[in-house]
């Protein structure tokens, strides 16, 4: 036996970048413990990163190329795959055009370097538009607010949760997620620090969750009229005169515009919709004004929802007005050592440079929503797509009606997937490619680093070496646009690219490189988050669009549906709404033994009150339905949920026939996208509004 090592890096599963230590020995793993050496993280970690070793050792992860055959899968060697691969695509962009492949990206891709780095020469090679990812049933808002305030999608405001005073959070569930678009590992011990210091937490989301239980207040609300709430709270500042635009007033552009839009949503107007008394609503306001330093945080549950776009507007509207964006224990700009945002200044956005074939739905950031993959690929005419390529992703669980994307996926002349696994979207796939992951990767957060609480850096190596036969993603996706143009290659890889952002970027004075991440292997701390918006700012005039005309008009679809909308009818009287499980993440985590045991935690949570009403009793199995399908599932009798709200996870639903994940099949629950309505999205943005989806539940 060998000595025992000891081997550090970043667990790239979650956004909360969480510095580990693992001890191995002769390839085998001895623990896996929270790094207490890791500046940002400082020993927090969570029971996902621990099967790490699982994923790593997991006999179902697949290892080969293989091929669908009428006789099973086989497999088939790289080069077979690669050229079979690219001439397939060439072949049919050739008879129907480049955008006939189709290509979707899951949610790894962003945890992924590599792939971060390499994806744009792939989709150049490619040069196909009908582009989709997991952004556009998450984010997008974030994006598109961003897009149009401060003139890059990517500048993303932080909140500032170790500084401030007095923390919104509206639709997210940091405590079980571990924060999004906030990263900040040990989020519980950061907001218990609030407290601590005298500031106040609350919590306004239709469950009770595990971060409402430990906030000093929680307010339920009815799905989807959170837009409501933050108007009405942004009409009490202008109203009562609370505005201080602090050190940005100079910067503001459309104050008036926003004062004349905002002008009807009076607390009193709207509180019966959203379930809230209108005294809460002024006195929360007040509230954030009066404080030292107040931040609003909202997330998931106010970004998938039909009114997402104004959601995200109205939270930096509201940390704008009370002068807590761009300072100290507010929303805040991170200045990551590898920037995204650099250079973007007066470009266009791509924001509508295209309308989606079917629905006419909007193109943003080289994309299209993912709730209408399956129209494109379904409807015949021009421009329909017959073959895609998934990468990282397993939307048939994860999109809006993802019973649709089956149909799709199955209809299409050639499809291709990059994963680890035989799961419920690759098993459609004629050539799976398996990449390496976890542990056999190097890794640097490319996006995480952006959004993160404080300014840091780091680097991980891979822990084990991969096989011979082995590629890794960005291998996999750089070998397919060779493949695809012709080209020789060119030797570039994703840590030279790296390694010349650092060099060029914000920590370039301080001889920022990959040499010296490499050096560092718990992280560098480059400090608190600073006012930087000023510098940071990309818009053409240099100035903030607190009232962007293109948000200003989508009140007019939240008037029409929220303020109108009373009685939601008989036939569907409860609204749906997702929550994450602490020991699973998204769909593919559940092949671990160790996370998978124990009571099954796919249950239908319900109100005592709306339970007896249905004479459901705990642990009986109850059936939801909506127009797109219907699911069976176990009932969980939970006074934490909002009256006429129900809740199930995301993210399962491992019970297809066909797939190669023997430990997840052993509990698979059930899959709530066979529930959700591709149709519903928030029109602004073309994000999924997965959120208030009207189900039926009765006994099974
Ligand atoms: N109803 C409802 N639906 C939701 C949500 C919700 O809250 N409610 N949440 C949404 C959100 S926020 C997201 S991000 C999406 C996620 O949607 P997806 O990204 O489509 O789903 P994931 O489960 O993240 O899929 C990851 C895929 O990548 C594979 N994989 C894992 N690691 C690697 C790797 O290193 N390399 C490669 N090549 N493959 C890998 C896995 O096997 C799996 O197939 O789901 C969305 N869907
Ligand atoms: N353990 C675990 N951690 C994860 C993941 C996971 O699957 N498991 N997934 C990761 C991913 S991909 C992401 S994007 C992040 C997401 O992280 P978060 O943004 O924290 O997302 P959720 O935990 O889904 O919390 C969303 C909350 O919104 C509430 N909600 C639903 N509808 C509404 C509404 O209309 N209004 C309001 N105000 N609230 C509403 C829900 O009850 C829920 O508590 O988590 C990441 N972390
Ligand atoms: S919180 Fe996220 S980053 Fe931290 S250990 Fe858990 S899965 Fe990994
Ligand atoms: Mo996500």
Avoid at 6 to 26: K, S
Avoid at 143 to 160: C, F, K, R, T
Avoid at 374 to 402: C, F
Avoid at 458 to 485: G, M, R, V, Y
Wanted: glycine share 8%; hydrophobic share 35%; net charge negative.
């Amino acid at each position: 036996m060998s000595e025992i090592k000891t081997h550090y890096r970043t667990c790239n599963i979650c956004e909360a970048m969480c510095g580990l230590e693992i001890r191995h020995q002769d390839g085998n793993i001895l623990s896996i413990k929270g790094d207490a050496d890791d500046p940002f993280s400082r020993g927090h970690i969570c029971p996902k990163a621990v099967a790490l070793q699982d994923f790593y050792n997991d006999k179902d992860r697949l290892k080969t190329p293989i091929r669908r055959t009428t006789d099973g899968w086989q497999a088939i060697s790289w080069d077979e795959a690669f050229a079979e691969i690219a001439n397939r695509f060439r072949g049919i962009q050739d008879a129907h055009g480049k955008d006939a492949v189709g290509v979707y990206l899951g949610n790894p891709n962003a945890h992924n370097f590599g792939n971060a780095i390499m994806l744009p020469r792939f989709f150049k090679a490619l040069g196909t538009n009908n582009r989709y990812s997991s952004a556009s049933a998450d984010q997008l808002p974030h994006h598109v607010a961003s897009n149009y305030m401060l003139g890059a999608g990517m500048l993303i405001p932080i909140p500032d949760i170790d500084h401030t005073d007095f923390m919104l959070i509206i639709g997210a569930n940091p405590i079980v997620s571990n924060g999004s678009l906030m990263t900040a590992p040990g989020v519980g011990k950061r907001l218990k620090a609030i407290q601590q210091r005298g500031g106040k937490v609350v919590v306004v989301d239709p469950r009770r969750t595990e971060t409402a239980r430990k906030a000093d207040q929680h307010l339920f609300i009815r799905p989807e009229t959170d837009a409501l709430m933050l108007l009405a709270m942004v009409h009490t500042l202008i109203d009562e005169g609370l505005v201080d635009l602090g050190h940005l007033a100079p910067l503001i552009e459309g104050y008036e515009r926003l004062g004349d839009a905002v002008g009807p949503y009076s607390p009193e107007r709207v509180a019966d919709a959203c379930g809230i008394a209108a005294d809460t609503l002024r006195g929360l306001a007040r509230e954030m004004a009066a404080a030292n330093s107040a931040v609003c945080y909202s997330r998931m549950g106010a970004s998938t929802q039909s009114f997402g776009g104004l959601c995200q507007w109205l939270t930096n509207v509201l940390n704008i007005l009370t002068g807590n964006f761009d300072s100290r224990g507010g929303a805040m700009f991170t200045q990551p050592a590898f920037d995204l945002v650099r250079n973007k200044k007066g470009k266009p956005s791509s924001y509508g440079r295209y309308e989606s074939r079917v629905r006419k739905l909007p193109f943003f950031n080289g994309e299209f929503p993912v709730a209408t993959l399956a129209d494109e690929i379904l409807t015949p005419g021009d421009g329909q797509i017959r073959a895609m390529i998934t990468i990282a992703g397993n939307p048939v669980l994860s999109s809006p009606d993802g019973g649709s994307l089956e149909k799709a996926f199955e209809s299409l002349d050639f499809m291709v997937s990059v994963d680890i696994y035989l799961n419920e979207t690759t098993r459609y796939a004629d050539i799976i490619l398996p990449a390496t992951t976890g542990l056999e990767v190097s890794h640097f957060d490319v996006f995480f680093n952006s959004f993160a609480v404080r300014n840091t850096a780091k680097f991980s190596e891979p822990l084990f070496a991969k096989s011979e036969d082995q590629k890794h993603d960005w291998e996999i996706l750089k070998e397919l646009a060779l493949h695809l143009t012709g080209l020789e290659d060119d030797g570039v890889t994703p840590e030279m690219m790296l390694d010349g952002g650092l060099r060029h970027g914000a920590y370039a004075d301080q001889g920022m490189s990959l040499e010296k991440l490499k050096a560092n292997p718990h992280g560098l701390d480059l400090g608190p988050l600073q006012p930087c918006l000023e510098k940071r700012l990309q818009t053409e005039d240099g100035r903030i669009h607190i009232a962007p005309p293109l948000f200003v008009e989508d009140l007019n679809r939240l008037d029409a549906f929220a303020l109108t909308e009373t009685d939601q009818g008989t036939e569907y009287p409860f609204s749906m709404i997702s929550r994450r499980l602490p020991r699973s993440h998204n769909t593919w985590t559940q092949n671990s033994h160790r996370l998978i045991k124990g009571k099954n935690p796919c249950t239908l949570k319900i109100n005592s009150a709306d339970a007896q009403r249905l004479g459901l009793e705990d642990g009986q199995t109850a059936r939801v339905a909506s127009p797109t399908g219907s699911i069976q599932l176990p009932v969980e009798i939970d006074d934490d949920m909002f009256e006429g709200v129900v809740s199930i996870p995301q993210g399962w639903g491992h019970n297809r026939p066909q797939t190669g994940m023997s430990i997840a099949e052993s509990q698979p629950g059930e899959s709530i996208n066979d529930v959700t309505d591709r149709q519903r999205i928030d029109a602004l943005t073309g994000n999924a509004a997965f959120n208030g989806t009207r189900v039926s539940i009765q006994a099974a």
